[in-house]
């Protein structure tokens, strides 16, 4: 095999793995965020914000029409 091509695979190896790896990070990141807001609710006792946090679309409007 000539070696400008084996360099050529070894650099393009190279930055998929530097590219994998800043996903991963970027996914651990916020894996982390959605942990310490889930720790953040569950240490909370008021049932109502608990509730508006899971189903933030309810109680928004209210039909007058009738």
Do not use: E, H
């Not at 050529?8 to 800043?22: C, D, E, F, K, N």
């Not at 959605?34 to 508006?52: E, H, N, P, Y």
């Amino acid at each position: 095999m000539d070696i400008a091509i084996m360099s050529m695979a070894l650099s393009q190896g190279q930055v998929q793995q530097q590219a994998s790896m800043s996903v991963m990070k970027m996914a651990m990141g916020d894996g982390k965020q959605q942990g310490d807001a889930l720790q953040k609710l569950m240490s909370t006792t008021d049932a109502s914000v608990i509730q508006r946090v899971a189903q933030p679309q309810l109680g928004g409007n209210i039909d007058l029409k009738g």
